[in-house]
């Protein structure tokens, strides 16, 4: 069953008649010192052969793209191909704890993404998938070109947009799940960065300006451009890399059309703001103006909303510049009226997809809360996610008939039937935004509700069947009390991660796992494609089981030492709360009734007032409304 992967990247060409070649890239990840893109704070971030930040990607659809990662950190890493599907072959996802165990320091995988038989192009991005490492820097652009492109335009850029932290990932992770953030604040970033690629390289500075030593080599915010030809039409290829913020997305001067999100082509779209959560991706059409007297600002501003406060050094709103003459002044037209979401279910895909029934209906509602042991923790279903002892992608490689045993996996994943079409309804129940992703899919958004605990039609609409061609993407943001149903074939066997994409909330326990078509996944490795013998042998370096159900036992019910909780404080009426209550409010019923009796000149004993105190107490108990504080047994 365990192949090598160079065999594996050769069968994949062999099956693509139009293969142009196999395109292999050599990524050591490193530490790089004394990195400031903003300007303002050297720090220590992720990069690759000794630089940051990492290489963008440019490849073609007919190459199959092998990417030998080496970590040279001094913690297990991995890559995470965002949005590709890695059909049946999920051990090149890069989720850590899902498909992989990581790569031990000192160690190689090679990550083969088969891009050549995948029927994927666009606009992706690649980055770390293991203890919050993208958030340090282990993140970089990928762009897909096939052969002939639906829309026509005549120069393309590529659009980094990201947060920045000047504080490492680890301290900040460990401030934020703690018993002193009760309320869960997530860190708020320190800047802002937006810079640009093109054609697999990274546009330099302006000229005149003074950058950082380190990242010199690249022009970040103000120090950065890009240059327009007058009456060139451009794509502009914009991708959120961040690990918490979304932006607000705007041009100066000139007219956006969306023509694509995440990887997938749509029928043009006007719009004169893009707002683009963590993980998304929007291509729009710009056509430049005729003139060159003026160069014009290009915007990128903080969702604020999202952070629990704003430090006084934070600036929340970027600018570059789109640049026609050096020497011509700079024209920005400051904020616009209003910032607003696009509304990506009115997105029509060029290439048409029909609605499919659904099957089966997952409902995932979000929450946040404090939790028994006093930190602020994520839930789907009021439980929080805790990565398993054994990746489930190797659990559903080793038992057999039991694969499809859903307890085996623990209580946060679900198993699908292969080509099962099911429904993720996904409820925010969080005061905040969320951007959701799902690995190895594209999902359809068939529906959305701007409050799904309202029985108004017109804010909870149901489900419109049959739709002819609904919007896909990868990466989907719910705003809070709305939700999102997305519709999905299970026609990729293997393990794929769904989860929030802000990193401290996947960290926090947002996710779930989807285990996919096992015993398809299992005949495929068997006698089509296997996993590289690295998976298991990687996985023994850092001591971690490949075999077994969750927790690394051969019985599928036996759960005995997987990781679980924290879980949910239970702040409801305990028998000693209520009878310490029963006890105030006899007492004071007791003294209101002695003092009303005796200013009527009343004699009642003692014993016949409690007596009435009694009879008064047992009716409010059979009637449930003592207060509203004792439910039903029901309840």
Known sequence: MWTSPLPLVLALAAASPALAGVKEVWWNITYVQNVNPDGLFDRRAIGVNGTWPPPPIEISTNDSLLVHATNSLTSPTSLHHHGMFFNSTPWYDGAVGVTECGIPPGATYDYVVPINSSGQWGTYWVHAHASGQYVDGLRAPVVIHPPKEVHQYDEEFTIVLSDW?????????????????????????????????????????????????????????????????????????????????????????????????????????????????VAQR???????????????????????????????????????FITYAPDAPNTDLGFIDAYHDVP???????????????????????????????????????????????????????????????????????????LQVFDIVLKNGDAGKHPFHLHGHKMQLVGRSQDYTSDDPTLNPPIVEGQLNPMRRDTVQVPSMNSVTLRVVADNPGTWLFHCHIEWHLQAGLAVTFIEAPIELNDRAQHVLGPPAELVNQCAALGIPTSGNAAGHASITDLSGLPVGPFQQNNGWHAKGIWAMFGCVLTATLGMISVVWYA????????????????????????????????KKED
């Open 165 to 277: 932290y000047h504080a490492e990932h680890a301290p900040l992770l460990k401030k934020f799940i703690s018993i002193s953030n009760p309320g869960g604040a997530e860190p708020v970033p320190d800047s802002a960065l937006i810079y640009f690629s093109q054609n697999g390289t990274y546009l330099p500075p302006i000229s005149g300006s003074s950058p950082a030593p380190v990242t010199s080599a690249v022009g970040f915010n103000e120090n950065a451009t890009l240059p327009f030809q007058p009456g060139k039409t451009y794509r502009l290829r914009i991708v959120n890399t961040s690990a918490f913020s979304a932006f607000f997305f705007y041009i100066d001067g000139h007219d956006m059309r969306i023509i694509e999100a995440d990887g997938t082509d749509v029928e043009e779209y006007p719009i004169d703001l893009l707002t683009i959560t």
């Open 344 to 418: 990506d279910l009115d997105l029509v895909p060029v290439v048409v997809e029909a609605m499919p029934t659904a099957q089966r209906t997952v409902e995932l509602e979000v929450l946040f809360d404090t939790m028994q042991d006093g930190t602020n923790r994520a839930m789907f279903n009021q439980i929080t996610y805790n990565t398993p002892i054994v990746p489930p992608v190797l659990s559903a490689l080793t038992l057999g008939e039991n694969s499809t045993a859903q307890v085996a996996y623990g209580d946060t994943s679900f198993v699908l039937d292969h």
């Open 600 to 631: 009527l000149g009343g004699e009642l004993t003692e014993e016949e007032m409690e007596h009435e105190a009694r009879e008064s107490h047992a009716k409010k108990l059979k009637r449930g409304k003592f207060f509203g504080l004792i439910k």
């Open 282 to 320: 929007y291509s729009v059409l710009v056509t430049a103006r005729n003139d060159t007297s003026a160069n014009w600002a290009i915007h990128a501003n903080f969702d604020t909303d999202m952070f629990d406060k704003i430090p006084d050094g934070l600036q929340p709103n970027i600018t570059s």
